[in-house]
């Protein structure tokens, strides 16, 4: 199995971890945010001091690819480039929805084996960012901008159970208004969840080019928005 160390700032939160082995050996979290300027490089440096002090050599970074805050996944691929680019390590992206999942896979025993996830972003007003995923993390809807009402999820909730989570889900309950439509809070995209999803990435060889990659901003959706939700 591998080390990686974890990044990730696709919200207010900013959060940095190791693994090896399947299990996180490190980890640090700052929800005070924004706040990835000043603490995201203080963070990596206890990261990387971390892992050199216990003669633990890195094999990959893996960063939070979006959607999400377009500064926030700036900073964190920059500082994740540079880290790979020094210490010639591989470069991991995980996007943001999948791992706003983990924990809930992971923590939730009681989700139905049909169930769907709807993990969400938040935007203004009434906005969100969000996917549709099954319990195996398949995309059920691939990732989009939603102005939330009582039809938009509709489909997926007349046929099963579906649990809503992440910063945009809570405004959108009292429009949602299904029977089967759960809602689970507190749950944040953080460094620790990503390492299920780094790991299964590294072990299938699905590598970024450090010189290339891009992340998937949040203003990547407005541009494509239909007008009249602008």
């Known amino acids: ?116 996830l709807c993990p969400m972003l938040d935007a203004r007003r009434m906005e969100v960012y969000a996917g549709v995923y099954d319990r195996a993390l398949h995309p059920v809807r691939p990732i989009q901008a939603d102005v939330v009402d009582g039809g938009t999820y509709k489909q997926y909730l007349d046929g099963h159970p579906v649990y809503f989570f992440g910063n945009g889900a809570q405004k959108c309950m009292e429009a949602v208004a299904h029977p089967n439509a759960r809602m689970i809070s507190g749950i944040e995209p953080l460094a620790k969840w990503m390492m299920p999803l780094a790991e299964k990435r590294f072990l299938d060889g699905r590598f970024e080019s450090v010189a290339y990659f891009v992340p998937f901003y949040l203003k990547d959706f407005v541009a494509k928005m239909p007008k009249k939700i602008l």
């Open 1 to 116: 199995m591998a080390c990686i160390l974890h990044i990730e700032t696709s919200t207010d939160v900013c959060s940095v971890a190791v693994s090896q082995d399947g299990a996180v050996i490190f980890e640090k979290e700052d929800h005070s945010g924004p706040n990835h300027a000043v603490k995201l490089g203080v963070f990596v440096d206890e990261a990387l001091s971390f892992s050199d002090s216990h003669f633990i050599p890195l094999d990959a970074v893996a960063v939070s690819c979006g959607p999400g805050s377009y500064t926030g996944l700036r900073i964190g691929v920059s500082m994740a480039k540079g880290i790979c680019y020094a210490r010639g390590l591989k470069l991991l992206s995980v996007p943001t929805l999948e791992l706003l999942s983990v924990p809930v896979l992971l923590h939730h025993g009681e989700i139905e084996e049909d169930a769907l």
